[in-house]
């Protein structure tokens, strides 16, 4: 009749919130009547509006119009919480669907310049050669220690190497490992705001491991062009083993921050 389940009306009973009105001790059936229908009536209706259990038994105890109407008030602020909190998840979901999107449709082994816009990174300063991606595990379980907002989503991860090391051209020692935070992401620890910037980018099927040679034909470009190099490069993971185990379906994206020489 209410669509309740055994185990849950056993739940109901074991915490007090609903009991039979009677048992039989030989069988240990229980029975309920109409007394229990408006109680119970009165629990869905109030588990519908997302009550806490505890909440709902607080109110049985004692019913009172003030009592009822100050549960609401609160229980319409935690709603109202949540829903903020699923409007975020909602645009994180979006701005992953876009981003698979571009990986998808990207042109890869092209070196292009483009205006990078500001970004938001978290980050971790570690000396690390990466081979695979369980390489970058140590690192990013030190930035989820930054974490204070329980649904920050990691999407975007990145290392860099340092400008020194790229004008040196060693590209086997990455100095920074780095999670790219949306606006609205709370994060205690080491952030740095990157401004917008003109950047050399060329996105590549591969991982980290992959990546030296793609640094070499950016450097030889950058060379050829009279570009000087400003700052650390992004290499960041488009497409890598959290989306999919086919490594043919894997893209990362290298952005070199860079400036005509002597402007």
Do not use: W
Not at 152 to 176: M, P, Q, R, T, W
């Amino acid at each position: 009749m209410f669509n309740i389940s055994i185990s849950s009306l056993r739940h109901y009973e074991k915490i007090g919130l609903l009991s039979p009105e009677f048992v039989d001790e030989e069988s240990g059936y229980r029975y309920y009547g109409i007394k229990q229908f408006e109680r119970l009536n009165i629990i869905k209706y109030l588990r519908v509006l997302d009550f806490p259990v505890k909440s709902v038994l607080d109110f049985l105890q004692n019913r009172d119009v003030e009592k009822i109407k100050n549960k609401l008030l609160e229980q319409k602020q935690i709603i109202i919480q949540k829903k903020k909190e699923l409007e975020i998840i909602e645009q994180k979901i979006n701005k992953r669907l876009n981003d698979i999107e571009k990986a998808i449709k990207s042109k890869t082994d092209v070196i292009e310049t483009e205006i990078i816009p500001k970004m938001k990174i978290a980050y971790v300063l570690n000396n690390i050669s990466p081979v695979s991606h369980l390489d970058l595990e140590t690192s990013l379980r030190q930035l989820d220690k930054g974490k204070n907002d329980p649904i920050i989503f990691s999407g975007k991860v990145g290392v860099g190497i340092s400008e020194k090391n790229l004008k040196a051209e060693n590209y086997s020692e990455y100095g920074i490992v780095f999670v790219i935070l949306d606006e609205e992401d709370v994060f205690n620890g080491n952030i740095e705001i990157l401004p917008k910037q003109h950047c050399l980018t060329l996105k590549f099927r591969g991982t980290h491991k992959d990546a030296y040679k793609y640094y070499e034909k950016m450097i030889a470009y950058i060379k050829g062009q009279n570009l000087e190099i400003i700052g650390f490069s992004r290499e960041i993971t488009m497409v890598d083993y959290s989306l999919s185990n086919n490594e043919e379906q894997f893209i990362t994206e290298i952005q070199i921050p860079i400036k005509k020489a002597g402007t």
